[in-house]
């Protein structure tokens, strides 16, 4: 069964700083990734996936992330962090085959400060 | 505005009790997903259903049931309910039938069960 690992609870980050969201992957086969972002009181917001092509995908608001195979990883990046992007951040993966459902991680709470 | 509607946003009820929770999904989308977030489970994937008919299970429990209507709203009933029962309740859509493709999340219904 697939499933994702975010070791991170909470990033912190300056304003104008890069961030990085890590989050990790087991799948059979190869994967369909997702990156979602939540707001308070909001329901979860679609970012960017990866599905083939580039190893570096871009999406919403600026960010974009990182697909790497070998290290089963899937880490979302900006590189300038407004306070703006202070939310709650689901990576999410299901195999590229098949009719299964997605999987998502326990979140990344990303702080950016003033 | 993601264009899935969710009703009600709040429902407090007792124990014991059974409550219907509504979904209307952003317009032209035929598949709907039901998804719990809670503080200690994170979201969990419930049920999905694609056209009128159930596509896939997660881990909803049998006291749970959901359908999906000829206008493609959907309904996720809940019963003999829970203090445990207690979370937010997400409903998202998307195009097809598979969960490849970006899903649309409303703003949830918060349960609170006293």
């Known amino acids: 069964a697939q499933s994702v690992a975010q070791p991170e609870d909470q990033v912190n980050v300056a304003e104008g700083n890069p961030l990085t969201v890590k989050c990790t992957y087991s799948?059979?086969?190869?994967?369909?990734l997702f990156w979602y972002v939540q707001y308070p009181n909001r329901g979860l917001q679609f970012l960017l996936k990866?599905?083939?092509?580039?190893?570096l995908v871009k999406g919403s608001y600026g960010f974009e992330a990182e697909f790497n195979k070998s290290q089963t990883s899937f880490h979302l990046k900006k590189p300038s962090a407004l306070v703006s992007d202070s939310a709650l951040y689901f990576c999410?993966?299901?195999?590229?085959?098949?009719?299964?459902?997605?999987?998502f991680g326990t979140g990344t709470r990303l702080l950016v400060s003033p | 505005d993601s264009g899935v509607t969710q009703t009600p946003k709040h429902l407090i009820t007792a124990t014991g009790q059974r409550v219907t929770l509504r979904c209307s999904p952003r317009?032209?989308?035929?598949?709907v997903y039901w998804y719990q977030q809670s503080l200690d489970q994170g979201l969990q994937f419930l049920i999905q259903?694609?056209?009128?008919?159930?596509?896939a299970k997660g881990n909803i429990l049998e006291r749970f049931s959901a359908q999906q209507f000829p206008d493609l709203h959907s309904e996720l009933n809940l019963s003999s309910l829970e203090l445990g029962d207690s979370a937010l309740y997400f409903c998202?859509?998307?195009?097809?039938?598979?969960?490849?493709?970006?899903?649309?999340f409303g703003d949830g219904t918060r349960l609170s069960i006293l």
């Open positions: 317009s032209g989308d035929l598949s």
């Open positions: 990866y599905i083939t092509g580039d190893n």
């Open positions: 999410a993966v299901r195999p590229l085959t098949g009719f299964q459902k997605l999987v």
């Open positions: 799948v059979s086969g190869n994967p369909y």
């Open positions: 259903y694609y056209n009128g008919e159930e596509r």
């Open positions: 998202a859509s998307s195009v097809g039938e598979y969960s490849n493709q970006p899903q649309h």
